[in-house]
């Protein structure tokens, strides 16, 4: 079993940065993929970013392109969300998620092709 939280959320003017982690404990994994997503209310869970675990590779959504950067240090099996130039729309709880068999056939955009979830942490930007 793996366990993941995630921290760091808050409240957060429009404009600001947060960065917001996720730390990984259980059993040891050499191999993975890491995804944050998030969650509006009433809305259905987003994606938006995902990293390799093994060479760092990452992927973000368009949605996101050019504000957030996903990033890790597995010394301390952390990952990372680095959110600059927050907008309101981006208000949600954001969670981290990982797969731990991961291969080049599977979407990584989707909740399902994940195994392990973190409850979340809030951020809210206010206008």
């Known amino acids: 079993q793996v366990q993941l939280i995630e921290s760091g959320g808050g409240l957060v003017q429009a404009g600001g940065s947060l960065r917001v982690s996720c730390a990984a404990s259980g059993r040891a994994f050499s191999s993975a993929v890491m995804g944050w997503f998030r969650q509006a209310p009433g809305k259905e869970r987003e994606f938006v970013a995902r990293i390799g675990w093994t060479l760092g590779t990452s992927y973000v959504s368009d949605s996101v392109k050019g504000r957030f950067t996903i990033s890790r240090d597995k010394s301390i099996r952390t990952i990372y969300l680095q959110m600059n130039s927050l907008k309101p729309e981006d208000t949600a709880v954001y969670h981290c998620?990982?797969?731990?068999?991961?291969?080049?056939?599977?979407?990584?955009?989707?909740?399902?092709?994940?195994?392990?979830w973190g409850q979340g942490t809030q951020v809210t930007v206010s206008s």
């Open positions: 998620a990982a797969d731990l068999s991961p291969n080049y056939n599977k979407d990584f955009t989707r909740t399902t092709t994940y195994d392990y």
